[in-house]
T-cell receptor, first 111, second 116 residues
Framework: GQQVMQIPQYQHVQEGEDFTTYCNSSTTLSNIQWYKQRPGGHPVFLIQLVKSGEVKKQKRLTFQFGEAKKNSSLHITATQTTDVGTYFCAGREGGYNKLIFGAGTRLAVHP | DAGVIQSPRHEVTEMGQEVTLRCKPISGHDYLFWYRQTMMRGLELLIYFNNNVPIDDSGMPEDRFSAKMPNASFSTLKIQPSEPRDSAVYFC??????????????FGPGTRLTVL
């Protein structure tokens, strides 16, 4: 079945440093979504990528979808303490209507 | 909008007891999802409904788990009998019909279940 791998599992950075998390699927995805979960909270939708090679930006966050639609990345420039949390990618295959979540990358930002 | 509502927020029970988790999706959403989150297994989709009909329950771990959606505004996830390994945070999420399930999923606050 479809698997979505996400690395790294943990990332500790100093405030102001950049951060990247990577997501890889065993199969071609129709689209991919990214969610953020704050400690003790619930996943909150960030963005959806659909097109091959798509790049989207939200302020300091840059999301990319690979040309083959099997990988994706989230890059945060100049991290802030408010960026703390776990970032999940979630992929969807072709005609299937369910999301398969990656294991998430937990980001800690030290002031 | 109040968002997705789940109850209870916390549940502590003893092994063998029946547990019922409740969810009220966002009004107008016609997709409802039940997830389980643990440190070991991450975020797992258990089952999802479309227009109150179960579409995919392949993630339901075993017969002890059952889910229902009697109407568009209410769903339950029941565990009977509960076991310590069922301890987890259970999330309910809903999705709007515009664009179908390709749209974002709105998660509820979750129910933290502890089975002793």
């Amino acid at each position: 079945g479809q698997q979505v791998m996400q690395i790294p599992q943990y990332q500790h950075v100093q405030e102001g440093e950049d951060f990247t998390t990577y997501c890889n699927s065993s199969t071609t995805l129709s689209n991919i979504q990214w969610y953020k979960q704050r400690p003790g909270g619930h996943p909150v939708f960030l963005i959806q990528l659909v097109k091959s090679g798509e790049v989207k930006k939200q302020k300091r966050l840059t999301f990319q979808f690979g040309e083959a639609k099997k990988n994706s990345s989230l890059h945060i420039t100049a991290t802030q303490t408010t960026d703390v949390g776990t970032y999940f990618c979630a992929g969807r295959e072709g005609g299937y209507n369910k999301l398969i979540f990656g294991a998430g990358t937990r980001l800690a930002v030290h002031p | 909008d109040a968002g997705v509502i789940q109850s209870p927020r916390h549940e502590v029970t003893e092994m063998g007891q029946e547990v019922t988790l409740r969810c009220k999706p966002i009004s107008g959403h016609d997709y409802l999802f039940w997830y389980r989150q643990t440190m070991m297994r991450g975020l797992e989709l258990l089952i999802y409904f479309n227009n109150n009909v179960p579409i995919d329950d392949s993630g339901m771990p075993e017969d002890r788990f059952s889910a229902k959606m009697p109407n568009a505004s209410f769903s339950t996830l029941k565990i009977q009998p509960s076991e310590p390994r069922d301890s987890a945070v259970y999330f309910c999420a809903s999705s709007s019909p515009a664009g179908g399930p390709l749209n974002e999923q709105f998660f509820g606050p979750g129910t933290r279940l502890t089975v002793l």
